[in-house]
């Protein structure tokens, strides 16, 4: 059981490093395969010290070591979210198939909070997971998954795309297989109470206005972990 959980625990770190990279680079267009990491103010390429996750972090004092520049704690902390969850998914389902879906949904519920946006190619291969994971009756979850897509097309038409964008339908596709009809709708429903209280915080706060767009993905990928954490 410690073998395993220290091996999810490092394998959290590590893609949690590679998740700041990927979730910095695929908006900007660049390769996130190919070419070593850089500092984010000065470009220099990076040593593989410069690169441990946390620990450099830590041991610079959250600066970059080549020019001395304060680094984003959006690293860190993608790192620690990324431990954390491969953790608690572990433990819930025993199942590195759900270990992979967290990594994934968290490179979309980062690239759409910062850009607006949701790759078609996180989408797709968390749809090819999901059939995958469900060969035994795909008939069935790809049904399930369409019907509440449609619901979110449906939206998307009527408000002229304003509540959402035709990423989040395709989410819906892909993330719908994970959990069915039933579980499905109450998801869609869940994600939109979650957006309505983050939205009308806001509005109190005054950090968003009326006509201010608001993404919809991280409420559907929060809303699609409870549901499943929710056994």
Known sequence: MYVYLSSVFLLGLIIGSFISAVTYRIPKKINFIKGRSFCDSCKKKLAWYDNIPLFSFLLYKGK???????????????????????????????NLAFVILFFLTLCIFIIDLEHQIIPDELTWIILLLGLIANSQS???????AFFLSLL?????????????????????????????????????????????????ILLLLKKAKLKTKIVFGPFLIIAFWLILLWK
């Open 64 to 94: 970059s070591r080549c020019c001395n520049k304060k680094i984003s704690i959006r690293y860190p902390l993608i790192e620690l979210v990324s431990v954390i969850g491969a953790v608690v998914a572990w433990l819930f389902f025993g």
């Open 138 to 144: 795909p008939m069935t979850v790809l049904f399930s």
């Open 152 to 200: 979110l097309l449906f939206l998307y038409l009527i408000t002229s795309g304003r509540g959402m964008g035709l990423g989040d339908v395709k989410l819906a596709v892909a993330l719908g297989l994970w959990l069915g009809l039933e579980k499905g709708i109450i998801w869609l429903i869940l994600a939109f109470i979650i957006g309505g209280i983050v939205a009308s």
